[in-house]
């Protein structure tokens, strides 16, 4: 059987109690087709099920919640089961089982948690910060996972004295410090007026990018493997960000 979440915390917790027994359980919070035969249900959140889940599983292992946290962060279609077969392994085994990567599932759930904490250290390097007219900084990016929360304390603290906003375009939320405190909220879209010392440092870094590159020496299989492609649109050096 397919169970379908609303891709809550809660909602992965309630279903995991309800497929744990089913051989054939598939948990997901996306869209997918059903074989021949094939049965499937939405799972409801149910927050005093999941909070008993919550509590026995940490009971096992007190750091797998937070993994869970990673998992579901995870632009992975499949992170659900992922996470499901993880937390079954560990449930099944009643002890932790991070280091047991003979085993598919944990090998599966510690190469999806990977991925997603290699993002956030790659994002500390690749976001591009621009002042607004009104002094506050914005950087727009579209990451694979679900990080933008988990960037904030990196920035807070090498910003301090700085409000900015860090917008996850494709997921349309943003993180935003006012220079004292911090939250995320939906943003769909966002209108920035430059500063004009933004927009000449931002001449002068095309010019300084372009002045220092040579032609004839490109390495592009290189580059790509220093910085993802699907990064370049929101570097100055590469592109004009789209707004």
């Known amino acids: 059987m397919i169970y379908f979440t609303d891709g809550s915390r809660n909602g992965f917790l309630t279903a995991f109690v309800r497929a744990f027994r089913d051989e054939d359980a598939y948990i997901t919070s996306r869209q997918k087709q059903l074989a021949l035969g094939q049965e499937s249900a939405f799972v409801e959140a149910d927050d005093a099920l999941a ?9 096992i292992d007190r750091r797998c919640l937070s993994e ?30 991070r280091n047991l990567f003979s085993d598919d599932a944990v090998l599966a759930a510690s190469e999806c948690m990977r991925r997603v904490t290699f993002e956030i250290h790659r994002l ?3 976001i591009r910060f621009m002042e ?3 002094g506050a900084l914005y950087a727009p990016f579209s990451p694979d996972n ?11 603290a090498r910003l301090p004295h700085f409000a900015f ?13 006012d220079g004292k405190n911090s939250f995320v909220a939906p943003l ?56």
């Open 51 to 59: 909070a008993r889940a919550e509590a026995r599983l940490s009971a």
């Open 68 to 97: 869970l946290d990673l998992l579901l962060r995870s632009g992975a279609d499949n992170r659900e089961q992922i996470a499901f077969r993880y937390f079954k392994k560990i449930a099944q085994d009643r002890r932790p089982v």
């Open 124 to 126: 500390h390097g690749f």
């Open 132 to 134: 607004s007219a009104s």
């Open 146 to 156: 679900d990080v933008c929360d988990l960037l904030l304390p990196h920035f807070r």
């Open 165 to 177: 906003v860090l917008h996850d375009v494709s997921r349309k939320k943003a993180a935003i410090y």
């Open 188 to 243: 769909d879209r966002a209108e920035v007026l430059l500063s004009a010392d933004e927009q000449a440092w931002q001449a002068l870094w095309k010019r300084y990018y372009a002045s220092v590159n040579i032609p004839s020496r490109e390495r592009l299989k290189q580059m790509r493997g220093y910085m993802p492609v699907r990064y370049w649109k929101f570097l100055p050096e590469k592109n004009a960000p789209e707004l």
